[in-house]
């Protein structure tokens, strides 16, 4: 038998959230067309909703999103900040935004915890 260990990465931050449907939209295109960094794992369709991330390596991805009660919100990372000069990665690394949430989850958690919406997204390796 062997001996596995996994390590934890964790960044915490804020939460933003991409318009209804856009994130939905976003993970249609991407199935259809295999356009993901990494393949998300056969269970995709169990996450409690979609992210988008700075790091575009982290595309496909499942994390684990840390809500300010403590409660653990399995995500699929579907999209990427992108490189716009005024947008994208340098906004969100400007504004510590660490996760953009899909509207469903983003209004659930807000209901729950107002805004601004801090957040922890871990991912295991």
Do not use: K
Not at 40 to 66: F, K, S
């Amino acid at each position: 038998m062997a001996n596995v260990m996994l390590a934890a990465v964790a960044v915490a931050g804020w939460a933003s959230a991409y318009d209804p449907g856009v994130m939905d939209a976003t993970v249609a295109y991407r199935m259809d067309h295999g356009l993901w960094f990494t393949p998300p794992p056969h269970d995709w369709y169990q996450v409690a909703g979609y992210v988008a991330v700075n790091d575009c390596a982290r595309v496909g991805e499942v994390a684990t999103l840390i809500d300010p009660g403590g409660r653990e919100w399995r995500v699929l990372v579907a999209d990427c900040g992108g490189a716009e000069p005024d947008g994208g990665a340098a906004w969100m690394t400007a504004n510590n935004i660490v996760a953009e949430l899909d509207a469903g989850l983003w209004q659930r958690l807000t209901a729950t915890h107002g805004r601004p919406l801090r957040v922890e997204l871990r991912y295991e390796y």
